[in-house]
T-cell receptor, first 112, second 111 residues
Framework: EAQVTQNPRYLITVTGKKLTVTCSQN?????MSWYRQDPGLGLRQIYY???????DKGDVPEGYKVSRKEKRNFPLILESPSPNQTSLYFCASSLERNEKLFFGSGTQLSVL | GQQVMQIPQYQHVQEGEDFTTYCNSSTTLSNIQWYKQRPGGHPVFLIQLVKSGEVKKQKRLTFQFGEAKKNSSLHITATQTTDVGTYFC???????????WGAGTKLIIKP
């Protein structure tokens, strides 16, 4: 089944403790992206990747890192999480930029 | 900066009533996409509109793209409980072609 797999689904952590949210797609998509969703603000892009080893900042990249070493994987790293990074995170992929996006199931992160 | 505004933020309807959400961009868009997010779920692609004045239908859903390609609407006829969720529009940003999203319209069916 074609899908974007995101883990974990829920995560509670404390300020400053490094964490990684994994994202993997099995559709051979070139393009991948991370979003955060906060009430009333819609989806805001954190980082995106047009292809392997090509990543770029979105609208709200501060406090986040990403890597794209393989085509299928696009992990999101929070080196030192802070409470303002408490949010719902989505990974998404598409065949190419601006094609329809396929989203993962989301990760609800709480930073205490 | 470039913005995509979506209204209303919420709409409460009785089952069977119609629902409409509007999306307005500060700049001309090359295309616009619509997504639906069910409560507790993830956004799911509905449609992409590309042409000026384009109208597309999916069963009870009608999507329009304005003549100036700066606005779009989604209209649902005779809402059902399965329509509950938040509807988002998104269009490519001029500077880097990344999608910029409206804040969404939440459709709530009154009990």
């Amino acid at each position: 089944e074609a899908q974007v797999t995101q883990n974990p689904r829920y995560l509670i952590t404390v300020t400053g403790k490094k964490l990684t949210v994994t994202c993997s797609q099995n559709m051979n998509h070139e393009y991948m992206s991370w979003y955060r969703q906060d009430p009333g603000l819609g989806l805001r892009q954190i980082y995106y990747s047009m292809n392997v080893e090509v990543t770029d900042k979105g609208d709200v990249p501060e406090g986040y890192k990403v890597s794209r070493k393989e085509k299928r994987n696009f992990p999101l790293i929070l080196e030192s999480p802070s409470p303002n990074q408490t949010s719902l995170y989505f990974c998404a992929s598409s065949l190419e930029r601006n094609e329809k996006l396929f989203f993962g199931s989301g990760t609800q992160l709480s930073v205490l | 900066g470039q913005q995509v505004m979506q209204i209303p933020q919420y709409q409460h309807v009785q089952e069977g009533e119609d629902f409409t959400t509007y999306c307005n961009s500060s700049t001309t868009l090359s295309n616009i996409q619509w997504y639906k997010q069910r409560p507790g779920g993830h956004p799911v692609f509905l449609i992409q509109l590309v042409k000026s004045g384009e109208v597309k239908k999916q069963k009870r859903l009608t999507f329009q793209f304005g003549e100036a390609k700066k606005n779009s609407s989604l209209h649902i006829t005779a809402t059902q409980t399965t329509d509950v969720g938040t509807y988002f529009c998104a269009g490519p940003r001029d500077s880097n072609y990344q999608l910029i999203w409206g804040a969404g319209t939440k459709l709530i069916i009154k009990p």
